[in-house]
């Protein structure tokens, strides 16, 4: 924390802290309003401790739901309602939020404001007046990608406004941007728990930060607790580590996997309890072998 | 023709055999005297419907407007003869006296009752005083059957035989005690309008117009404790044309800022032609606009203004079936658990705290079956079950192509858009019925897999209809889990 300089009475100092907290924000280690991310790896990362108001953009891979989970997490750490804007186009293709589900994350589905345009330009005036409206903790926008000059006012109406403008993408972008940080979010294998997928876990990449370093961390959704916490990435899985995070069809036959050859043959209903079942230590064995 | 209230229909037919008959309809008649009322607010503000099948207007002030008692009057029996309305009048010194005199003199005798003239009323029959039918009756009964004879008679035993009706009815008429009439009350429309002695076309004059017109509307407003829903400007232009720009507000509003911001967006539309000599600014729908209470911190309250400006703006550019909040509904079935309604700001308490509100605690993800909805979430059920409700859901399944063992074990491999998965991990099956008492379900039940394939990615899924039904089932992809 900055020291205070001195002309500033206790009452000022006080006030700050008051606005700060009415806004759901807390203060960075240069002394500017931030919303932190909930994982402490990340939030000593990024040079105001946690996403300031202004420009951030968050990108997965096609058909990849984890954009949408880590936005719900950091949206669930901040009051206020939420403007989330998207074409009809992007709802059918990607879904649309769906209450119950985000509920899961912290992030209560009667703060969504869900907004439709048919048409960009439309969808950057929807997200402009979004962000400059005070009390709103965020504007996320699903499926359009402003060009320099409506990024940069973007950003200026984020600043006066004290939100967040979070632009969902698809694939990794590579056109020039003035978002304050670029993330690029993909789904990683999770741990299971007694069967099936376990919490969710995703490899979270900054990959350019304005004022920070590029950084790649593996988090994990705690449902319980609502918080995202880093987990080690050499820990407990070796398989994540070792195979590469496969990016669309790609996706090869996987050979080491003798219950697998099985239930393809019988379908027999001890094969497919196999199927299900793996054990955490990388090794794979089928109940039926 | 001897036609009287209260005879029978066979006497009625008997005295006139093609009478024509309707039924009573005493609510349209209790409208359509109201609308008879309004129109009487042409001779005077002060008029209320009196009885079933009466008006009464207090004139005072008002007849030398048409020229006297009689022509004023006479006017209005002539107006209302017009209308098809079989209509006698009576102008006298008392409401009572009036309504006697108008239904009782005889038809020689002049409409007009001066100034302190009484002694016309006094050979009227007790009918005149309008009193209840019993009363009369035992009057009658008693010989009395003219105001004369009850006028003077002890005031004492007549009360104590015939209750206080009848001298209150007596003092009425004879202006010894006042009957106030309660006029109608009207629904003033609100509006302010502006007229120019030159048209106006430059776009700065169109706005600052609009500007002085819903300032002068929201100040009559804010007096009246009403705010806006429904607003409506238009421009009359020199050629005649009239052009329309109407706003909506999510809530009743009479800020003058937030509604000239909602007009400025739109006034681009107009079209001033040779030139717009009147503006008129109406607020079609308004609703009570309390005062409100404001909150320690007092940002949240203006907060909740700005979230309020922001909701309308976009729905009145977007379209309000564009701009939804997401309401939870009591439903099993995935895409029916919640809807979508119009957004509407909420109240400045409703986001106060970051604590989950009701809204929120409807939305439950629903435990899947076995585990019992019953029993308490903490320490028992796994608290990976919670999120067992995707976070995106496409809003309509896609059929996907799977291979999966039967009857129920859950795909090992999927092809969804082209783009092969393999199954790591996965979870269900989740039976959902359809909701067989809706009539328009007419769907099969669902076997819902929660699936993470190989990447990392978990999917959702669900196979339709059993195994062994005589069309195999088939399979979608519903929704994305995080």
């Known amino acids: ?289 | 023709m001897g036609l009287a209230v209260g005879m029978t229909l066979a006497d009625a037919r008997a005295l006139l055999p093609d009478l024509t008959v309707a039924d009573a309809d005493p609510g349209t008649d209790a409208k359509a005297l109201a609308t008879l009322t309004g129109w009487c607010g042409r001779y005077s503000p002060w008029c209320a419907p009196d009885g079933e099948d009466g008006i009464r207007l207090d004139i005072t002030g008002c007849a030398h407007l048409f020229g006297g008692e009689a022509a004023m009057l006479s006017d209005m029996i002539r107006r209302l003869w017009g209308f098809g309305i079989a209509a006698r009048g009576a102008v006298a010194d008392t409401p009572a006296a009036a309504w006697g005199w108008a239904r009782h003199r005889r038809k020689s005798a002049s409409p007009i009752l001066g100034t302190g003239e009484t002694a016309p009323l006094l050979p009227l029959p007790v009918t005149a005083l309008r009193l209840e039918a019993d009363s009369i009756d035992t009057l009658r009964v008693l010989g009395l059957n003219t105001i004369a004879t009850v006028i003077d008679l002890p005031r004492g035993p007549l009360t104590q035989r015939l209750g206080e009706a009848v001298l209150e009815r007596l003092d009425r008429m004879f202006d010894r005690a006042s009957e106030p009439i309660s006029p109608r009350a009207i629904a003033e429309p609100w509006a302010s309008r502006m007229i120019f002695p030159e048209p106006i076309g430059r776009r700065e004059d169109i706005d600052a117009a609009a500007e002085r017109l819903t300032v002068h509307l929201c100040r009559a407003m804010s007096l009246k404790g009403q705010g806006a829903r429904r607003l409506a400007l238009n421009f009359y232009r020199v050629d005649g044309a009239v052009q329309h720009i109407a706003i909506g507000t999510s809530r009743p509003t009479h800020t003058p800022a937030h509604i000239f911001r909602l007009f400025a967006e739109r006034l681009d539309q107009v079209e001033p032609g040779f030139g717009i000599e009147a503006v008129v600014l109406e607020a079609t729908e308004t609703e009570p606009l309390a005062a409100m209470q404001g909150t320690l911190t007092a940002a949240s309250e203006i907060d909740a203004t700005d979230l309020a400006g922001l909701i309308d703006r976009l729905q009145n550019r977007l379209g309000p079936a564009r701009v939804v909040q997401l309401v939870p509904v009591e439903s099993h079935v995935p895409e029916r658990a919640e809807a979508r309604e119009r957004a509407s700001a909420p109240s400045p308490s409703r986001f106060a705290g970051s604590s989950l509100s009701r809204r929120a605690r409807d939305f439950k993800a629903p435990l899947p079956p076995g585990e019992g909805g019953a029993q308490p979430l903490a320490g028992k059920v796994p608290s990976i079950l919670k999120s067992a409700r995707p976070v995106a859901l496409l809003p309509i399944p896609e059929p996907i192509e799977a291979i999966a063992p039967v009857p129920d074990d859950p795909p090992l491999t999927f092809r969804w858009r082209r783009i092969q998965h393999r199954v790591a991990f996965a979870d269900g099956p989740e039976r959902i019925e359809p909701e067989w008492w809706r009539a328009e379900a007419t769907e099969k039940a669902r076997d819902y897999y929660r699936v993470e394939d190989l990447a990392g990615r978990r999917f959702w899924l669900y196979r339709e209809g059993p195994y062994g039904a005589p069309e195999p089932p088939r399979w979608f992809l519903h929704g994305f889990f995080p």
């Not at chain 1, 984020?158 to 403008?165: D, I, R, S």
């Open chain 1, 1 to 289: 924390m900055t020291p205070c300089p001195p002309h500033l009475s206790h009452s000022i100092r006080i006030a700050q802290a008051a606005a700060l907290i009415r806004a759901g924000l807390t203060k960075g280690p240069e002394g500017r309003p931030c919303v932190g991310t909930g994982a402490a790896e990340i939030d000593e990362a990024l040079p105001w401790g946690g996403l300031t108001p202004g420009l951030h953009e968050i990108a997965a891979a096609y058909g990849d739901a984890a954009k949408a989970g880590f936005v719900a997490s950091l949206l669930g750490r901040r009051p206020g309602p939420v403007l989330w804007c998207r074409s009809r186009r992007t709802a059918l293709e990607a879904g649309d939020p769906y209450g119950p589900g985000i509920a899961g994350l912290g992030l209560e589905p009667d703060r969504l404001i869900l907004a439709e345009a048919a048409k960009p330009p439309e969808l950057l005036w929807a997200m402009e007046e979004g962000a400059r409206t005070k009390g709103l903790a965020a504007v996320v926008a699903d499926g359009v990608m402003p060009d320099l000059t409506a990024g940069r006012r973007l950003q200026l109406a984020a600043e006066a406004g004290q939100g967040l403008v979070l632009l969902l993408a698809t694939g990794r972008q590579a056109a020039a941007s003035t978002a304050l940080t670029r993330w690029f979010v993909s789904s990683a294998p999770s741990r299971p728990e007694a069967e099936g997928p376990g919490r969710p876990c995703w490899t979270v990449e900054l990959w350019r930060c304005r004022g920070g370093r590029p950084r790649e961390w593996m988090v994990e959704w705690d449902d319980a607790a609502l918080s995202l916490s880093v987990v080690p990435p050499m820990a407990d899985r070796p398989l994540a580590a070792a195979i590469p995070v496969p990016q669309g069809p790609a996706t090869g036959f996987d050979g080491a996997r003798p219950g697998r050859n099985q239930v393809d043959g019988g379908g027999q209903d001890s094969g497919a309890d196999g199927a299900r079942r793996r054990d955490d230590a990388g090794g794979r064995k089928s109940a039926a072998a």
